[in-house]
């Protein structure tokens, strides 16, 4: 049997952040097997098919030069835009298909280090930058920013330039320089354990933003799938709701295990007073945003994974399995006290606390797809008997209902 096309690469994704804490687009990582020669113009194809005018921008980032080569020598205008390894270019063949294609109307995205830039003739090439910053970069930006903010002083010591992105920002200091100090144009990846830990000493709280939409929704008269839609988009008010439902002042008669069960018992009235009692200690942070909806899309994903044929409950159960996995650093406990709290079934603890049991399998691969490691995506599919062309559409299909604003974005 011939393999698929779709089947025969490995994908992985890393949202871009804007300044304003929302995506901007995603980063879609693309890799090859081993000595197989894929047509990946089949994966523009499919994109082009799926995707629409409310989709995040995508980012490709080839992780084979053979991909790249095939993009840079036959993509057609009009395609997402194209990351190009800066150490890839010392091939003269393909520095001349990058020139080809730059001519040929494609957007390049120059990405190597912030310390090694391309030369004026070679930077002309791309109409930005991912860049990676190291250690010396890092000091060196932070210094900056604090100086500034000190003296109210411009961005000009700072090694950041604008109108790029940036990887490697691990700490929220340097996120917000990078940001909102030097007009960086978005980061790759968030720097949600710095933010985290930044904010321990604050009560953890649900979204403001996410409070008010459910009491739209419900003013409005939603159904009740839209309402639960709503609830699942911030862990922490999924957290909030469930603890209240099951808590002895309610006084209900059974556990409440699910969101839309918990939805159906009270009733609008009951729901509309307890979100009022939770509007005046919502969140306002924006910082936060990037990582709630970074367990949003994780959740999404592995609801997707999750075996064909199972019913709408257990998918229902598994994205808030995914959804919760990462309550531990939200909360600040450990995950399995969290968990025990609430009359879930065995089948999230063990597959969020134990990384066992029937969830498992889904929500490891939803874990990993969040980066770029493409053997240990390809041995989780292996082991677990994934199959790789289902999983690259899920993922496909995910990213393309991920709502984004239209602005510009580079990506």
Known sequence: MVQSVLGSLVLGYRP??????????VQLFVAGDDNVQVDALHL??????????????????????????????????????????????VDPALLARARAAQRRGLKLVWHGPLGRLPEPEVAALFHTSVLTLDA?????????????????AGASASPIIAGQIYEGVDSRALMRHCLDGAGALALAGWPADDVLYSLRHQSPAPAHEVVLKLLKAIDDEQSIDAQEQVLGEDPLLAYRFMTYTNSAALGLRTGVDS?????????????????????????TEADLRPVR???????RLAEQLIEAGVGKELRAEMYLCALFSRLDALLGEPLGAILRRLPLSDRVYDAAVLHAGPYAPSLDLAVA???EDAAFIRKLCEDHGHDREQVNRSLLHVLRAWVVPRTPTGA
């Open 369 to 371: 797809l969040e980066g």
């Open 293 to 299: 909806e970074g367990a949003v899309l994780r959740a």
């Open 259 to 283: 969101v839309r069960r918990g939805l159906v018992m009270m009733g609008y009235g009951s729901i509309q007073r307890w979100l009022g009692d939770q509007l005046p200690g919502a969140s």
């Open 16 to 25: 871009l952040w804007n300044g304003a804490r929302r995506m901007a687009g």
């Open 136 to 152: 010396q970069d890092a000091v060196a930006a932070l210094r900056a920013g604090k100086a500034q903010a000190a003296r109210g």
């Open 44 to 89: 523009l194809r499919t994109i082009e098919e799926l995707w629409d005018a409310s989709s995040p921008p995508l980012l490709l980032a080839p992780r084979t030069p053979q991909i790249l080569a095939e993009w840079l020598e036959h993509a057609p205008p009009g395609s997402p835009s194209i990351e190009v390894t800066d150490a890839w270019l």
